[in-house]
């Protein structure tokens, strides 16, 4: 394309004019076997200037020989064409095609150019006339990349499509009645007034990448229509061409076909109805359950609340897990990543969190990128059988799904999410996993022709997902109060850290909760590494209670693993080191939960009053876990009261900490004695 402008803008500032350019491409066209001699290598350069020097005039010789030396007689025809626009653009003369079912009058003629001169503001238009039974009436007007529908055809089409629009507002309940007022309003406020449209022209099409000639207005991220019905999304603007992403099939596009821009960015339906759904990355009901109403449509792409609308995140978000919960708090409008080895439980802490949220009044969207689709319906499965469908919405775009569609679905998943954030309500947005979404960027970013950087990441692969979890925040009152909490996940290879995409998340999140594969291998499940795990807010989004219930359990936890490795070739061990390893060994004990097993606060704190005052000293420590069930329900049957304190005021105070203690060390004694 560069080298094409380039001797063109040179052909211009030859002393030729457009007869004389028209000349020379015909004597290509006419002779095939002279062009194919000029374009041989084999043939030497003496050679090809000898029959450039017999054929064409003094002007255009050394013109040629540079081009035949460059190899580029093959564009002949491009540089033609850009030669007259550029001329054309020179002297301010625009062109354009006038479609018509009979041709106008020099009088309407006249008007047509009057306006295209006004608009565009040259000095000359050139018209070209052609004629079009299709459109009924009237007539079709492009000048360059816009066209100006004033057709009957072109009407009735909006016409149409409008009313197509308000039919599928309304259900099968409404009456006939109904339906025809609906209707006839849709018609009398229909906008009859002209329009203007920007065409393109595809050039290029494959592996979901379109690249279109023209659109020289086109925005980044609007969606644009090709003729065939699908869309497309522009991801890439270059001088005199877009590359657009296919939210759809590539079947019927071929170079050649049209592309329409619509001056709209690219949004998903959202709705109340929502809850309950699985939904594409497009927002399109994908379960079997029909179409639901929609409110509204939101841009999958949003600029984030700024810092005068936030709040500070003071507000739990519990998971139900005891590991986190206790050591790496998450509060409300937080984004804590969590991160490990494939297969290492990244997918059950989320499901698991949102099981956790039946009844605590938050709505959860869990965005699938590039999952099974047999593992989308295992969770589907998982979430209704313990509830929890009631209150999540599924995004998913399946591996199977063309790469477009995986990089837009988080944006997706995140527009639903702030539709209810922005009603007040708090809301939990698990993207699983942001790895297999950065591969599929990396994917389009290569297919556009972008440059590769490290691990042939693009450059801006790090601004793709802070622009994405920058949106996860708390709202302070003034804008509704609501809230979004983010759990990224991120998918290691053997462990490591240190890689491109980890590395960039880590340091877009509040915090990580880092799952290790060893860990997961021994039993301890869920396999969190207590010492690379961390959450940046820490106990500023904790309950009183859970806060001065889980004061030590980290120190005690670091102090048991370094003395386990440092006596674990010792055979002869003093007591007190006995008994701190007895200790540790119990808490790592407790530390593991069944799945879809979430535990609420006040059995939280019970465990870690009763585990951090050494209750379960002198248990096996493979009875430890059967003690910790049976005590809590020790605790729902006969102290019931504590449960219910700590639900209702969330502080233990002394007084309450020693009937914990009262009550545990009393079952304790009955299991030792049942023993």
Request: net charge negative; with cysteine.
């Amino acid at each position: 394309m560069q080298k094409t402008s380039n001797f063109a803008r040179r052909l211009c500032n030859l002393p030729v004019t457009e007869g004389m350019v028209q000349e020379m491409r015909q004597v290509f066209v006419d002779n095939p076997l002279m062009q194919a001699a000029l374009m041989d290598p084999t043939v030497s350069l003496q050679e090809k200037e000898g029959v450039i020097n017999r054929l064409f005039p003094q002007e255009f010789r050394i013109f040629l020989a540079d081009l035949a030396q460059q190899g580029g007689i093959g564009d002949i025809g491009a540089i033609c064409d850009e030669f007259l626009r550029l001329r054309d653009e020179r002297n301010q003369i625009i062109k354009a095609t006038l479609t018509c079912v009979n041709e106008p009058e020099e009088e309407q003629l006249e008007k047509i150019r009057k306006f295209i001169i006004t608009k565009y503001n040259c000095k000359k238009a050139e018209i070209e006339i052609v004629k079009d039974e299709s459109l009924i009436g009237g007539f079709k007007l492009q000048v360059k990349d816009q066209v100006f529908d004033w057709s009957l055809n072109g009407r009735m089409q909006e016409l149409q499509h409008s009313m197509s629009k308000k039919a599928r507002s309304l259900t099968a309940d409404d009456n006939s009645e109904k339906v025809i007022s609906v209707l006839k309003e849709e018609i009398s406020h229909f906008n009859f007034e002209r329009n203007n449209q920007e065409n393109g022209t595809v050039v290029r099409i494959g592996d979901g990448i379109a690249t279109v000639y023209g659109m020289s207005h086109a925005m980044y991220g609007e969606v644009v229509v090709f003729d065939t019905g699908v869309k497309g999304l522009v991801q890439d603007i270059r001088h005199d061409s877009i590359g657009c992403i296919l939210l759809g099939s590539d079947k019927g596009i071929k170079a050649g076909t049209r592309v329409t821009c619509t001056g709209r960015k690219a949004g998903v339906p959202v709705s109340q109805e929502l809850l309950g759904r699985v939904v594409n990355a497009l927002g399109e009901p994908i379960d079997g359950k029909g179409d639901f109403n929609i409110e509204e449509y939101r841009p999958i792409e949003h600029e984030a609340p700024g810092i005068a609308a936030r709040k500070s995140v003071t507000v739990p978000l519990e998971t139900g897990i005891l590991a986190i919960d206790s050591m790496f708090p998450i509060g409300r409008g937080q984004r804590e990543l969590i991160i490990g080895d494939r297969q290492t439980g990244k997918t059950s802490i989320a499901t698991d969190t949102i099981i956790n949220q039946k009844g605590k009044d938050v709505i959860c969207v869990y965005v699938a990128i590039g999952q099974k689709a047999s593992t989308i319906a295992k969770i589907v499965n998982t979430l209704t059988k313990n509830g929890a469908m009631d209150y999540t919405i599924l995004v998913t775009a399946t591996a199977s799904e063309p790469a477009p569609l995986q990089y837009i679905a988080p944006y997706s998943g995140t527009a639903m999410a702030e539709f209810f954030m922005y009603q007040g309500k708090d809301v939990l947005i698990v993207y699983d996993d942001l790895s297999k979404h950065a591969v599929a960027y990396r994917a389009l970013s290569l297919l556009l022709e972008r440059s590769p950087g490290r691990e042939a990441y693009p450059g801006d692969v790090f601004y793709l997902h802070s622009r994405l979890l920058e949106r996860s925040c708390r709202l302070n009152e003034e804008n509704g109060g609501g809230s979004i909490t983010a759990l990224p996940i991120i998918e290691t290879q053997a462990g490591d850290l240190s890689a491109y995409i980890p590395t960039n998340v880590i340091s877009i999140t509040d915090g990580q909760i880092f799952l290790e594969s060893d860990l997961f291998f021994s039993g301890q499940r869920p396999a969190v590494n207590v010492g690379l795990s961390v959450s940046r807010v820490g106990g500023a989004a904790q309950a009183k209670a859970m806060k001065k219930a889980s004061g030590s359990i980290r120190i005690d936890l670091a102090q048991y693993r370094e003395m386990a490795v440092f006596t674990q070739f010792s055979s002869d061990l003093d007591a007190a080191t006995k008994e701190l390893l007895d200790y540790g060994e119990g808490l790592m004990e407790l530390l593991k939960q069944p799945l879809c097993n979430p535990l609420s606060m006040p059995e939280q704190v019970i465990t870690l009053v009763a585990a951090t005052n050494k209750v379960f000293l002198g248990i096996p420590t493979k009875q430890v876990k059967e003690a910790q069930l049976g005590m809590l329900k020790y605790f729902r049957e006969d102290y019931n009261h504590i449960i219910e304190e700590l639900e209702n005021s969330r502080v233990l105070n002394d007084d309450l900490k020693d009937d914990i203690l009262k009550a545990a060390k009393e079952y304790k004694s009955k299991v030792l004695s049942n023993g």
